[in-house]
């Protein structure tokens, strides 16, 4: 006999449903004999399946060790910590983790050989004994939010299930708000929002960007700031107001203004000239802030809180002292 306690995560779902992670190989037509038989039962009584689980609810299975193990998908596909790459963890709680992404890694993997910062953080968790490879049967953490594999800074999980619906649901219509910083070619002049329509190429992973309406595109609002000005390059803030895909890379390109290193949208003389120079191999752009809106809920403690993820090194190396880009870039306020 196998005894499951439902626990915060797996609470408020129909038994069948939950059953059916903790089974994923069955049939469901087994599931339900098994309900039938009373091999698999609620509370101690009889279950038909659409009740609804509650919070430390018992479900036992009167199944062979056999039975169950044969009927139950492992999880075999959670990599070990990279122990030369440490996740940089910049705000953690019982329900998010803020982490800090470098540039090189995918935010989500694409194939099953990928390794991800989504794959790293679940390591983490492990690692930290902060979930279970059991619990994992019934509910996943996962990464809410996703950056260009090249593009770094902040990353969003959610560690729980209320955690995981709340973030993506700020995510979602908007109310939080997410800063970048990026460095330019040419000098930037005054604050300015640039609208345009954006045009996605699914076939070549690339945007199109025009000022009029064409059909099939999304209307894109981004607003930056200059904040530094030299030598023919600016550093900018970077406002995204809508958050389609690459485009702030784009939107800044068809402006003339491309960020240096930006292989896909950039100046190819230009990024000769930063890779010669100082090693730049990627586009200079960094999610860097944060700042949540008003929340309900759980996860009201986080109404109003600002993050700001430390822009990596290769930043540094070509501001110099001119630009102060760490300054009260540290971590949650």
Same mark, same amino acid.
């Given at each position: 006999?196998?005894?499951?306690?439902?626990?915060?995560?797996?609470?408020?779902?129909?038994?069948?449903?939950?059953?059916?992670?903790?089974?994923?190989?069955?049939?469901?037509?087994?599931?339900?004999?098994?309900?039938?038989?009373?091999?698999?039962?609620?509370?101690?009584?009889?279950?038909?399946?659409?009740?609804?689980?509650?919070?430390?609810?018992?479900?036992?299975?009167?199944?062979?060790?056999?039975?169950?193990?044969?009927?139950?998908?492992?999880? $075999?596909?959670?990599?070990?910590?990279?122990?030369?790459?440490?996740?940089?963890?910049?705000?953690?709680?019982?329900?998010?983790?803020?982490?800090?992404?470098? @540039?090189?890694?995918?935010?989500?993997?694409?194939?099953?050989?990928?390794?991800?910062?989504?794959?790293?953080?679940?390591?983490?968790?492990? $690692?930290?004994?902060?979930?279970?490879?059991?619990?994992?049967?019934?509910?996943?953490?996962?990464?809410?939010?996703?950056?260009?594999?090249?593009?770094?800074?902040?990353?969003?999980?959610?560690?729980?299930?209320?955690?995981?619906?709340?973030?993506?649901?700020?995510?979602?219509?908007?109310?939080?708000?997410? =800063? =970048?910083?990026?460095?330019?070619?040419?000098?930037?002049?005054?604050?300015?929002?640039?609208?345009?329509?954006?045009?996605?190429?699914?076939?070549?992973?690339?945007?199109?960007?025009?000022?009029?309406?064409?059909?099939? @595109?999304?209307?894109?609002?981004?607003?930056?700031?200059?904040?530094?000005?030299?030598?023919?390059?600016?550093?900018?803030?970077?406002?995204?107001?809508?958050?389609?895909?690459?485009?702030?890379? @784009?939107?800044?390109?068809?402006?003339?203004?491309?960020?240096?290193?930006?292989?896909?949208?950039?100046?190819?003389?230009?990024?000769?000239? =930063?890779?010669?120079?100082?090693?730049?191999?990627?586009?200079?752009?960094?999610?860097?802030?944060?700042?949540?809106?008003?929340?309900?809920?759980?996860? $009201?403690?986080?109404?109003?809180?600002?993050?700001?993820?430390?822009?990596?090194?290769?930043?540094?190396?070509?501001?110099?002292?001119?630009?102060?880009?760490?300054?009260?870039?540290?971590?949650?306020?």
């Amino acid at each position: 006999m196998k005894l499951v306690i439902v626990n915060e995560n797996e609470a408020g779902q129909r038994l069948d449903k939950l059953l059916a992670k903790y089974l994923s190989e069955a049939p469901k037509s087994f599931v339900y004999k098994m309900l039938r038989k009373k091999n698999i039962t609620l509370n101690d009584k009889k279950a038909n399946g659409n009740e609804k689980t509650a919070l430390h609810d018992e479900i036992r299975f009167f199944l062979s060790d056999e039975t169950f193990d044969k009927f139950s998908k492992k999880n $075999e596909d959670i990599p070990k910590i990279n122990k030369s790459r440490k996740l940089q963890v910049i705000y953690e709680d019982k329900h998010i983790l803020l982490l800090n992404k470098p @540039a090189n890694m995918l935010s989500q993997k694409a194939k099953s050989s990928d390794i991800s910062i989504n794959e790293e953080m679940l390591a983490y968790l492990l $690692e930290s004994n902060q979930i279970t490879s059991e619990e994992l049967r019934t509910f996943r953490p996962a990464v809410c939010n996703r950056l260009d594999r090249n593009t770094s800074g902040l990353i969003v999980a959610g560690k729980s299930l209320t955690g995981l619906q709340t973030m993506a649901e700020v995510f979602k219509d908007r109310s939080l708000h997410k =800063y =970048y910083l990026c460095l330019v070619s040419g000098e930037v002049a005054g604050e300015q929002t640039i609208d345009g329509w954006l045009t996605k190429d699914e076939k070549h992973n690339k945007v199109q960007i025009s000022r009029e309406y064409t059909e099939g @595109a999304l209307p894109i609002h981004t607003r930056y700031t200059p904040l530094e000005r030299k030598n023919g390059v600016t550093l900018l803030k970077v406002w995204l107001i809508t958050g389609r895909s690459h485009q702030i890379r @784009a939107h800044l390109a068809s402006i003339g203004h491309p960020i240096i290193g930006d292989s896909k949208y950039g100046n190819r003389k230009v990024n000769l000239k =930063y890779e010669a120079s100082y090693g730049v191999k990627y586009q200079m752009l960094h999610s860097y802030q944060l700042v949540m809106p008003q929340i309900k809920g759980d996860l $009201e403690y986080l109404s109003g809180r600002e993050f700001t993820a430390k822009v990596p090194p290769i930043f540094e190396n070509v501001f110099g002292k001119v630009f102060d880009v760490n300054a009260g870039c540290n971590s949650g306020s």
